[in-house]
């Protein structure tokens, strides 16, 4: 845990980060309705501006890529442990369970955070990506055929891309790779869905994770398998039940909504622009579609949060201590500075989406969520080729994700 260090002096040309422009207020509708046009005005701001994350929790946005770069490569000033903060939130605050002080990786900082990611890192790298291919064909196959046998759906002629088939085939890959049953993956849906939403459930979300992990893990003890718990559980690291709880919260966290979000955002962007779906030599690439979603419009839109122990400067702007730095993954990628726009995204590995540095999501999973997002999509588009969007696409609010409130699509 971060001791108190002693303020440091502001340089005499910095200014503080409220004195930037006026603070933008990411919670809202109009900031989800529109980001990308926010985010070009910040960034004539300057690198960095001043946002509200929830009501009465301010915070700074890293909003330009070379300095988010330098932020998320120095964790001696810029620790990702928000434990000296988080008391300031206001009570009932809705983003506690998503930033709060957890025993993971996310959420630790220096030979902790070693600890954590190294677990994770080695529990992961067993996966078998090519097993996994065929395990997420074979569910979207089954899923989306079974979607199409049902009168209901049949009737109404209409599916929810999100709700029907991206996030419960999301869950079901996740819920297999960590040996989780149908049940206990349900209790953690629902708690999920909350958490990400940003509302005033903690209290309930953290009891419903703590039982249900708890009991599967127990089981796990007992009963060992070739999964990624159970891999945690035996790790030299000898991780308690408490922080094998909290690995588990953060894999199913950090692997379900980004990875719903992306595939959908990809069907999405696939559906509305015509250089995808309008293409005459029937080629569709999907690959490009997923890269491209990943740079221009990443699914974890503002998120990598860090905690300065003592007040700092960076590009001649004053952070104060003890008060979040965000890292804007989806500003970040749109700088001009090294975004040019040409949308040649086939080696984008500069892009933020994963982010960098020590806390950079860990290649297995990134693999995985890519290996979901593209195989899911491809089934989608392949086995139900006359979909198509219906009415007006809205996006949920919320201070960190890029996600469509819901994704109505007509099958015929
Ligand atoms: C499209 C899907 C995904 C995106 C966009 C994404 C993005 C990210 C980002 C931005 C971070 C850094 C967060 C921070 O520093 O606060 C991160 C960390 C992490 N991600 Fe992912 N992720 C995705 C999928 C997954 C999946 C499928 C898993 C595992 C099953 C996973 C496991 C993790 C873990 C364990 C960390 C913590 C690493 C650390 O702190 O050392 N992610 N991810």
Known sequence: MPTNSPPAVPDADSIPIENVCERTLLHTQRFA???HRIYRWMRKQGSMVPVELAPGVPATLVVGYNTALRILRDP???????????DAMPPGCPIRSMVEW???ALRSAGTEHERFRRANIDSLDHIDLHLLRRQVIDEAETRLESLLGRRDIQDANQIDVIADYARPLTFTVLNRLLGCTEEVGN??????????????????VNTVLSRSLGGHIAAKQSTPGKDVTSRLIAH?????PVELIQQLVTLYGAGIEPTVNLMANTLRLIYTDPRFLARHDGFLPIGEAVTENEIADPPMANYCLSYPPAGVTVDRIWLPAH??????MASCNNDPAVNKGGGDYLHAGWGLAYSAGPHKCPTTAQAVARLIATEGTARFVDMLPDARPQGRLTWRPGPFHRALSAFPVSLR
């Open 323 to 328: 008060q979040p730095v965000v890292i804007s």
């Open 187 to 204: 209790d953690v849906a629902w708690a999920m869905a909350r958490m990400f939403e940003s509302t005033e459930h903690t209290e309930q």
């Open 102 to 104: 957890r025993a993971n």
């Open 33 to 35: 309705d529109d980001p």
């Open 236 to 240: 030299p690291t000898g991780l308690d």
């Open 76 to 86: 001696e000033r810029f620790p990702a442990d928000p434990r000296r903060w988080q």
